[in-house]
C-alpha cells in the first residue's frame, strides 16, 4: 500500500534553516509528481510546492518563493524540502503529497503524509 | 492567483441529511481541474472528487461533484456520522495551486 512517511520537522529560530524529507513506499515513486502542502495551527491548508516525476519541472508557491526549494531523489524514493529563512509564519504541519495520475504537471492528491510539525519561534 | 471561496463556513445538519457544500472561483477552473478533500482532526486531508465530478478511489457513492467554470459543488446525499469533517476545495488547473478555507460539517 502507498506509504509517504515525512520527517525532519521541529522548533527552530526566525532566519533558521531546516531541512524535510519524505520517504515514499508503495508505488512507483519515479512515475509521480510530488507536492508539499502545509497546514498552520488552526487553519487551512497551502500548497507550497511541486516537483514532476523527472525533477526537470519545479514550482513553488510565491509565499516561499527565494526561501524554499523543492528536490527529490527518485533511486531513494525521497522528496526534500530545503527551508531557509524562516518566519514565525512558516509554522505548520507540513504533508507531502504525491499527485493522481501519471501527468507531467498537476493532478489531484490522491496520498497525503501523516505531516510533521515545523515551528518557528524564538 | 485563483482565490476559491467555500460556502456556508458552517453547516449544520442531521445524520440521513443531504448536505451540499459551494466553492466559487474567483476565475475560470482550467479543465475543470478542481478536487474535493476531507480533513478530520488530528489526521491528512483524504482526497474524495478529483476533475469536478469523478470519484476517488474507495469513496463511496454519496458523495458526489459537480460544477465547471467558476461554480462547483459537493453533494453527500444521506449524512452517515463519519462524515461529519472539515470540507476543503483544491484548484489545481493554473500554475499556483490553491484551496478554498474550508466548510465545517457539523452534527445537528
Known amino acids: 500500500q502507498v506509504q509517504l512517511l515525512e520527517s525532519g520537522g521541529g522548533v527552530v529560530q526566525p532566519g533558521g534553516s531546516l531541512r524535510l524529507s519524505c520517504s515514499a513506499s508503495?508505488?512507483?515513486?519515479?512515475?509521480?509528481?510530488m507536492h508539499w502542502v502545509r497546514q498552520a495551527p488552526g487553519k487551512g491548508l497551502e500548497w507550497v510546492a511541486f516537483?514532476?516525476?523527472?525533477?526537470?519541472?519545479?514550482n513553488h508557491a510565491d509565499s516561499v518563493k527565494g526561501r524554499f526549494t523543492i528536490s527529490r531523489d527518485n533511486s531513494k524514493n525521497t522528496l526534500d524540502l530545503q527551508m531557509n529563512s524562516l518566519r514565525p509564519e512558516d509554522t505548520a504541519v507540513y504533508y507531502c503529497?504525491?499527485?493522481?495520475?501519471?501527468?507531467?504537471?498537476?493532478?489531484?492528491?490522491?496520498?497525503w503524509g501523516q505531516g510533521t510539525l515545523v515551528t518557528v519561534s524564538s | 492567483e485563483i482565490v476559491l471561496t467555500q460556502s456556508p463556513g458552517t453547516l449544520s445538519l442531521s445524520p440521513g441529511e443531504r448536505a451540499t457544500l459551494s466553492c466559487w472561483a474567483s476565475?475560470?477552473?482550467?479543465?475543470?481541474?478542481l478536487a474535493w478533500y476531507q480533513q478530520k482532526p488530528g489526521q491528512a486531508p483524504r482526497l474524495l472528487i478529483y476533475?469536478?465530478?469523478s470519484r476517488a478511489t474507495g469513496i463511496p457513492d454519496r458523495f458526489s461533484g459537480s460544477g465547471s467554470g467558476t461554480d462547483f459543488t459537493l453533494t453527500i446525499s444521506r449524512l452517515e456520522p463519519e462524515d461529519f469533517a472539515v470540507y476543503y476545495c483544491?484548484?489545481?488547473?493554473?500554475?499556483?495551486?490553491?484551496f478554498g478555507q474550508g466548510t465545517r460539517l457539523e452534527i445537528k
Open positions: 503529497a504525491k499527485n493522481r495520475g501519471y501527468n507531467y504537471g498537476y493532478d489531484a492528491f490522491d496520498y
Open positions: 508503495g508505488f512507483t515513486f519515479s512515475s509521480f509528481g
Open positions: 516537483i514532476s516525476y523527472d525533477g526537470s519541472n519545479k
Open positions: 476565475q475560470s477552473v482550467s479543465y475543470s481541474y
Open positions: 476533475g469536478a465530478s
Open positions: 483544491q484548484q489545481y488547473g493554473s500554475s499556483t495551486i490553491t
